[in-house]
């Protein structure tokens, strides 16, 4: 079993940044990618970005250029830096983790609790 907890979310005027970070225990022998997707209210949950253990990265085209996926194996630690934030990427933020996926969507194993982003105008 694999528990994830994440952090950093809160509320941020446009243009602003935010650091979420995704704390993971457990078995994390198994795991090879972790992700981040969002849900706002009334829309289906999407993938925001994913890791896998090799450093490879995948991004939603809403947020390239703006978000940075990372993730430090010694910590069991993954990291999503959002910068120049817009109304838009308000959300419900999830970690997930996945020791082996189809596509970047999933199916992904374990899910955090996720936290709230809010983005004002």
């Known amino acids: 079993q694999v528990q994830l907890v994440e952090s950093g979310g809160g509320l941020v005027q446009a243009g602003g940044s935010l650091r979420l970070s995704c704390a993971a225990s457990g078995s994390m022998f198994s795991i090879n990618v972790m992700g981040w997707f969002r849900q706002a209210p009334g829309k289906q949950r999407e993938l925001v970005s994913g890791?896998?253990?090799?450093?490879?990265?995948q991004y939603a085209d809403s947020v390239k250029g703006r978000f940075t996926i990372s993730r430090d194996s010694a910590k069991n630690t993954a990291y999503l830096e959002m910068n120049n934030l817009k109304p838009e990427d308000t959300a419900v933020y999830y970690c997930?983790?996945?020791?082996?996926?189809?596509?970047?969507?999933?199916?992904?194993?374990?899910w955090g609790q996720g936290t709230q982003v809010t983005v004002s105008s």
């Open positions: 997930a983790a996945a020791s082996k996926i189809h596509d970047w969507s999933g199916p992904y194993d374990y």
């Open positions: 890791i896998t253990v090799n450093n490879r990265t």
